[in-house]
């Protein structure tokens, strides 16, 4: 029975497959000297002729004075292959990715040549994985943050064996259809965890992903049977040391002592327009060493693969810290000509120096050429793929026998089942509940769901007292209590979404939420476009969503967000109007888990209406009241969240007068454009052109739902600081507003 069950959760794991759609400061007496190579003579090969050493790197300003990593400490439990085989496989890669860039005459060829020695020694030696079953919940994860060298993951995915990249992937880099995308896309490329190129967001995404680990292994490792037992591996450049996101999510990794977190640094001094001496020119180490972070430097990232073995080592021995190894390297490394410059970054070598580079790393092989020892070395990760796998399998099965809740609980999160019946926790309201925020509605979801789903946790960047987001029922995630599940962020919307993102993608079952002043999603857009880009499910809980919010005044008062967020493909905007709209919204929320959601929430009271209802809020838009017959309203009065109670009261007004009134509310535009022609009909009959909407934000994009003859009451300025009802007032959001509009349609 166990064994069957373990099986079971490796196939529903396995299911997931199916896809959907730049500085250190060194004097130059430290910095490597860059030869033209000569290597060993292989089978097959013919060695090059030497030359003479020539330094290509430039003098620094300042030194680093973190301490280095001696080759003598070469790493015992690495699996050491010999060092031509190495120097072979390492070239392998470094030629797959030239050779990929020359054919499209597109992408980056720099990183992949500089990076091929650590990206060797992590997939050949250190990683554990599966590459029959990208997904396998154990496996080590790994995240390519300078995404423009993503021929290096590609690479290495083709020679660990990884059925996503064939050889006729890589011969269509960058091509219409292709799994080789110009930077790595997970919803196209099994084997790659996350979506990553805009710089500094894949550390971030690492940093999410670590945090998964050790949350989970605290939750559910017991004495005998560590169950969850991962690394993530992280390779950043200078640019993404640049961004300030890779700042504040590393803030937050040393913070939180993620032992398992290691990144390689790949500090080869050059980004687009030259060296980074011309605008980065700090000490990474020492900040790092700052933020709470192991540092270690390896000098020679070239060709010191001992050094490279022995910085793992030591950062696996650091339990309590993450670790950051800068590794030294030479950007493409091994052409003559382009070698540590910026004209090898961004475009092609070109023909002439594809063929300087082939005699200069003595490489004969016509493109995309694996030789044969190199191929038969690396098929050896498949068996032992499997071989891993079908041990964890094992394992769980013993802890299923002898821990069966959490083995319940566990299993949810590594497959995405959710709960059987946990809709049924969320909460219910009738017209005679009391008005409330919903902000604090929000807050009674949030509990509520907490309780039933075992992959649910978030928190806020500094505002839960605020965004009301705090989980009464369970501590805070710290170092030493990492069992726990509200999230504190601090301070850095940026990094917390992207962290939210890491979360998401770590496992089907997670359900992370953030949260923070609707307004401020334009500190953290970028990763919430990611979240949309990638389909990581995290749920976005934004609070004091208008003018609403009253005397903070218009650096606070969100206008335009609600229409970015609506063109913003693959997400949901959702502004509930009350209680039951809002739990409606978070159901929507959670059952959408490639879709990342956005809850705009007042701050200001409003009052539970009638005829709203968790299932109608499912639809997008749906009618809460209407007095017409035959699907012919005089006129339909459309609003969203707390503007809705508005269009209510002027309804009121106008069937007073003798007019069918029909209420629309549009929770989600969405969600409604999804819904059948004739459901969309009997909401919006397209006979009926008197339509009036009302939204405290801007008109932008309402023409789609009023159509030319309708009119759209909203706010095309920034707002005012004052109190919520004067500003409604003084900015006419107000039922005497619609009534007026209604009255000059029909």
């Given at each position: 029975?166990a064994?069957s069950?373990?099986l079971?959760?490796s ?5 997931r ?5 730049h500085?250190?400061n060194?004097p130059?007496?430290?910095r490597l000297?860059?030869p033209?190579?000569s290597l060993p ?5 013919k ?9 290509l790197?430039p003098?620094?300003?300042?030194v680093?004075?973190h301490r280095?990593?001696?080759a ?5 439990t690495l699996?050491k292959?010999d060092?031509a085989?190495v120097?072979k496989s ?7 990715a ?14 992949p040549?500089g990076?091929?020695?650590m990206g ?12 029959k ?6 496996r080590d ?6 995404g423009?060298?993503?021929?290096l993951q590609?690479a290495?995915?083709?020679?660990a064996g ?6 006729e992937?890589l011969?269509?880099?960058?091509q ?8 790595p896309?997970?919803?196209e ?10 710089l500094g967001?894949g550390v ?9 680990e050790?949350?989970?292994?605290a939750?559910y490792?017991?004495?005998?049977n560590e169950i969850?037992?991962?690394?993530t591996?992280?390779i ?7 961004e300030?996101i890779?700042?504040?999510a590393?803030?937050l990794?040393?913070?939180?002592g993620?032992g398992?977190l ?5 500090d080869n001094?050059?980004?687009i327009?030259g060296?980074?001496e011309?605008?980065f020119?700090?000490?990474v180490?020492t ?13 020679n990232?070239?060709t010191?693969?001992d050094?490279?073995r022995?910085a793992i ?6 339990k309590d ?8 390297t030479?950007?493409g490394?091994g052409?003559p000509n382009k ?6 970054h961004?475009s ?5 120096e594809?063929?300087?580079?082939r005699?200069?790393l003595?490489?004969?092989?016509e493109?995309f050429?694996?030789?044969e020892?190199?191929k038969k070395?690396?098929?050896r990760?498949v068996?032992?793929?499997s071989?891993?796998?079908?041990k964890?399998?094992a394992k769980?099965?013993?802890?299923e ?6 083995a319940?609980?566990?299993k949810?999160i590594?497959?995405?089942e ?6 049924r ?7 005679e509940s ?8 929000s807050?009674q ?7 039933v789903?075992?992959?649910?946790l978030?928190?806020?960047?500094d505002l839960?007292?605020s965004?009301?987001?705090?989980l009464?029922m369970?501590g ?8 726990e ?24 079952g997670?359900?992370?939420y953030?949260a923070?002043f609707?307004?401020?999603t334009d500190?953290?857009r ?6 949309a880009?990638s389909?990581?499910?995290?749920i976005?809980v934004m609070?004091?969503d208008s003018?609403g919010l009253g ?5 606070h ?5 609600l229409?970015?967020?609506r ?12 209680g039951n709209e809002t739990?409606?919204?978070y159901k929507?929320?959670?059952l959408n888990r490639k ?9 200001q009271k409003?009052?539970?209406l009638?005829g709203?209802?968790i299932?109608?809020?499912?639809k997008?838009g749906?009618?809460?009241?209407d ?9 339909i009065?459309?609003?969203?969240g ?6 209510v009261?002027a309804?009121d007004e106008?069937r007073?007068?003798g ?10 535009w969405?969600?409604?454009d999804?819904?059948?022609d ?5 909401v919006?009959p397209?006979a009926?052109s ?13 023409e ?15 707002g005012a600081?004052?109190p919520?009802?004067k500003i409604?007032?003084?900015f006419?959001?107000?039922?005497e507003a ?8 029909c």
């Amino acid at each position: 029975m166990a064994s069957s069950s373990s099986l079971t959760l490796s196939q529903a794991v396995l299911s997931r497959s199916t896809v959907t759609h730049h500085g250190s400061n060194l004097p130059s007496s430290d910095r490597l000297s860059v030869p033209t190579f000569s290597l060993p003579t292989f089978s097959g090969l013919k060695k090059s002729s030497s030359a003479s050493t020539t330094s290509l790197i430039p003098s620094r300003r300042r030194v680093n004075h973190h301490r280095s990593v001696r080759a003598s400490a070469a790493v015992e439990t690495l699996e050491k292959t010999d060092t031509a085989l190495v120097e072979k496989s390492i070239n392998t890669i470094r030629f797959l990715a030239v050779d990929a860039v020359e054919k499209a005459n597109s992408g980056h060829p720099g990183l992949p040549m500089g990076c091929a020695p650590m990206g060797h020694i992590l997939y050949d030696e250190v990683m554990r994985y599966n590459p029959k079953n990208p997904y396998w919940f154990n496996r080590d994860r790994f995240v390519l943050s300078a995404g423009h060298g993503c021929m290096l993951q590609y690479a290495l995915l083709h020679l660990a064996g990884y059925d996503s990249v064939q050889e006729e992937d890589l011969k269509n880099f960058r091509q219409w259809g292709s799994k080789t995308p110009g930077h790595p896309e997970n919803f196209e490329t099994p084997g790659v965890e996350v979506t990553t190129g805009p710089l500094g967001q894949g550390v971030a995404n690492a940093v999410g992903l670590a945090l998964a680990e050790r949350h989970l292994a605290a939750r559910y490792n017991k004495p005998d049977n560590e169950i969850v037992d991962h690394y993530t591996y992280v390779i950043l450049g200078d640019g993404c040391q640049m961004e300030g996101i890779a700042n504040e999510a590393c803030s937050l990794a040393g913070h939180w002592g993620l032992g398992k977190l290691i990144a390689f640094y790949d500090d080869n001094h050059i980004s687009i327009d030259g060296d980074t001496e011309i605008a980065f020119t700090e000490s990474v180490g020492t900040r790092f060493e700052g933020l709470g972070w192991h540092v270690i430097w390896v000098k020679n990232g070239n060709t010191g693969y001992d050094e490279i073995r022995a910085a793992i080592k030591e950062a696996k021995a650091v339990k309590d810290k993450p670790t950051l190894i800068k590794v030294t390297t030479t950007i493409g490394y091994g052409s003559p000509n382009k070698a540590n410059s910026y004209s090898v970054h961004g475009s092609a070598l070109g023909a002439k120096e594809v063929d300087a580079t082939r005699k200069n790393l003595a490489w004969p092989y016509e493109p995309f050429h694996v030789p044969e020892d190199v191929k038969k070395h690396w098929s050896r990760h498949v068996p032992q793929g499997s071989a891993l796998e079908a041990k964890w399998n094992a394992k769980f099965a013993e802890y299923e026998k002898k821990y069966p809740e959490e083995a319940a609980e566990l299993k949810s999160i590594i497959t995405g089942e959710l709960p059987a019946g946990w809709e049924r926790a969320l909460p219910t309201y009738t017209p005679e509940s009391p008005a409330d925020a919903t902000r604090n509605l929000s807050q009674q979801c949030l509990n509520a769901l907490v309780k039933v789903l075992p992959g649910f946790l978030g928190g806020s960047a500094d505002l839960a007292s605020s965004n009301m987001t705090l989980l009464k029922m369970f501590g805070d995630f710290q170092k030493n209590t990492p069992e726990e599940r509200n999230l504190r962020f601090g301070v850095r919307e940026h990094g917390m979404g992207a962290i939210s993102n890491g979360i998401a993608l770590h496992s089907p079952g997670f359900i992370p939420y953030c949260a923070t002043f609707f307004v401020f999603t334009d500190y953290m857009r970028a990763a919430i476009r990611i979240s949309a880009l990638s389909e990581a499910g995290v749920i976005y809980v934004m609070t004091h969503d208008s003018i609403g919010l009253g005397e903070d005044g218009p650096t606070h008062q969100p206008i335009e967000h609600l229409a970015s967020f609506r063109a913003m493909p693959n997400i949901l905007m959702l502004r509930p109007a009350d209680g039951n709209e809002t739990a409606g919204a978070y159901k929507v929320a959670v059952l959408n888990r490639k879709r990342p959601s956005i809850l705009a929430l007042s701050r200001q009271k409003l009052p539970q209406l009638a005829g709203t209802s968790i299932e109608a809020a499912a639809k997008g838009g749906y009618i809460i009241s209407d007095n017409s017959s035959g699907n012919k309203p005089n006129v339909i009065v459309i609003g969203t969240g707390s503007e809705l109670e508005i269009a209510v009261k002027a309804a009121d007004e106008l069937r007073k007068e003798g007019k069918a009134v029909r209420v629309v509310s549009l929770v989600s535009w969405e969600l409604f454009d999804e819904q059948s022609d004739a459901y969309k009909e009997s909401v919006l009959p397209e006979a009926v052109s008197a339509r009036v909407s009302i939204e405290a934000g801007s008109t932008f994009g309402w023409e789609k739902i009023v159509g030319n003859k309708g009119k759209a009451i909203g706010i095309d300025r920034f707002g005012a600081s004052a109190p919520a009802g004067k500003i409604y007032k003084e900015f006419g959001i107000t039922a005497e507003a619609v009534i007026a509009a209604a009255r000059s349609l029909c």
